[in-house]
C-alpha cells in the first residue's frame, strides 16, 4: 500500500498532489494510521431519522462476528448514539500522551465515540464545525485502531462539516453507504447525499433502503403496507449499487434501546437476512495492493 493511501492529499491512484508534500509530523501520523486500515467505509444520509447508526453499528458486528478486524467511529458530536446501541455507555477510553485506546466490544470490534467522554450524557454538545473538524481528525489519527479490516464510521445526518470532514481526512479511497427511507421526502434530501460524495471526490459505495416493508413479529412475514422502492430507484438514477432493503421490525427497535446489537441475536430472521445481504459486497471488497 503506498504511504499516501487514503491522505486527504492523496489523487485517486494513491499518489501525492499536495504542493509542500507530507512532511508535517501530524500528516506523516495520519498516513500511518491510515494505512493499517484496509477498507474505510462512511455511513451517511442526507436525511435524519432513517436509522443510520442502527445500520452502522450492525454493519460493524456483522463483519466483527465474520472474523474481520472492525473499527466503528461515531462522529456524531452532537447525538452520539453508538454507545447506547452496542451497551457500551459509562465506558471510558484510555487517554495517554496523544494517544487514546478505543473501547473494545469484542476481541474483533474496537469503538470511538464523543459519548465515551462526555460526563453527562444530558448535556449538550455546543461547538462550531472547527472544534468539531478537529475532533474527528484527532480521533482517526490519535486512536490506536492499530490493524484493521474496517473502519466504519457513523456520520450525523446532512452534508455539513461532520461527513466533509471526515471524507476528506479519510481520503479519497474512503466509500460511502447511504441509508434513505423510501419515501419521496426522504429520497429529497438523500439523493443531495449521492452528489455530495461526488463531488467531494469518493464513490458511493451502495443505497441502503432502510424501514421497507414491515416485518410481522408473529407470522417472520414482511408485509409490504408501507412504501417501498424509492432507495432502489434513487440507486438506478444514481447509477450506483443497491445493497438491499431493511424491513421495519420492533425487534430493531427493542435491540436499540436494550444495547445489544440486532445482527448478533437475530441473524435467522427475515430481517436478519437482509441485513446480511447487504454486509455481503463489503465482505467481498477486495484487499487494496501492498506497497
Known amino acids: 500500500m503506498s504511504g499516501c493511501e487514503g491522505c486527504a492529499s492523496a489523487s485517486p491512484d494513491g499518489t501525492c498532489t499536495s504542493a509542500t508534500g507530507c512532511d508535517k509530523p501530524e500528516d506523516q501520523k495520519l498516513q500511518k494510521t491510515l494505512s493499517r486500515i484496509k477498507h474505510k467505509i462512511v455511513v451517511m444520509s442526507g436525511k435524519g431519522g432513517v436509522g443510520k447508526s442502527t445500520v452502522a453499528a450492525n454493519i460493524a458486528v456483522a463483519l466483527s462476528l465474520a472474523g474481520k478486524k472492525v473499527g466503528l467511529l461515531d462522529v456524531d458530536v452532537h447525538g452520539p448514539s453508538i454507545p447506547r446501541l452496542l451497551s457500551l455507555k459509562g465506558q471510558q477510553p484510555h487517554i495517554g500522551d496523544q494517544v487514546m485506546e478505543p473501547v473494545p466490544w469484542s476481541k474483533n470490534l474496537s469503538v470511538m465515540s464523543l459519548g465515551f467522554l462526555l460526563q453527562d450524557d444530558r448535556q449538550a454538545v455546543i461547538w462550531r464545525g472547527p472544534v468539531k473538524i478537529g475532533l474527528i481528525k ?49 429520497i429529497d434530501d438523500v ?44 440507486a438506478k438514477e444514481s447509477g450506483v449499487r443497491f445493497l438491499g432493503r431493511i424491513p421495519l421490525d420492533p425487534a430493531v427497535a427493542d435491540s436499540g434501546d436494550e444495547g445489544y446489537p440486532f445482527m448478533k441475536v437475530h441473524r435467522d430472521t427475515a430481517t436478519g437476512k437482509a441485513m446480511e445481504e447487504i454486509i455481503a459486497p463489503i465482505l467481498a471488497l477486495p484487499d487494496p495492493p501492498k506497497a
Open 191 to 234: 439523493r443531495r447525499s449521492v452528489s455530495f460524495v461526488g463531488e467531494v471526490g469518493n464513490r458511493v459505495l451502495g443505497i441502503v433502503e432502510n424501514m421497507s416493508g414491515f416485518a410481522c413479529p408473529d407470522c417472520g412475514k414482511v408485509h409490504q403496507i408501507f412504501k417501498s422502492g424509492g432507495g432502489e430507484e434513487l
Open 138 to 186: 484527532q480521533f482517526v489519527e490519535d486512536v490506536m485502531w492499530g490493524d484493521l479490516d474496517y473502519l466504519i464510521v457513523d456520520c450525523p445526518p446532512g452534508t455539513g462539516d461532520e461527513p466533509l470532514s471526515t471524507l476528506q481526512t479519510l481520503g479519497p479511497t474512503a466509500m460511502a453507504v447511504i441509508v434513505t427511507t423510501p419515501q419521496g421526502v426522504a
